[in-house]
């Protein structure tokens, strides 16, 4: 069985920077991705970044160059650094873990970007 524990969300004013992470339990060998998505209220939920077991990591076009992915030594954490934030990037993430193509989801962690 595989789990997912985020941290880091919380309140940030426009320009500034966040940092998230997440921790998966579990066996983690044979992991084919693991990343994050973010849902607004109302929306479906997008991709933010992702990295694939190929060693590509690839972002969505609204975060590319402002937010950096990466993965902890030991290859079961993934972090999430956010820099610039925006208005828009106001929304619960989530992280996410594929393995054998089934999707592990951690409990989502809300990032609000607000003067």
């Known amino acids: 069985q595989v789990q997912l524990v985020e941290s880091g969300g919380g309140l940030v004013t426009p320009g500034g920077s966040l940092n998230l992470s997440c921790v998966v339990s579990g066996t983690v060998d044979r992991m084919s991705a693991m990343g994050w998505y973010r849902q607004v209220p109302g929306k479906e939920r997008e991709t933010v970044a992702m990295w694939l077991s190929t060693g590509t990591i690839r972002y969505a076009g609204s975060v590319k160059g402002r937010f950096t992915l990466s993965r902890g030594s030991a290859l079961n954490s993934v972090h999430l650094h956010s820099s610039n934030l925006r208005s828009e990037d106001t929304a619960v993430y989530y992280c996410?873990?594929?393995?054998?193509?089934?999707?592990?989801w951690g409990q989502g962690t809300l990032v609000t970007v607000s003067s």
């Open positions: 996410v873990a594929i393995k054998q193509g089934e999707r592990y």
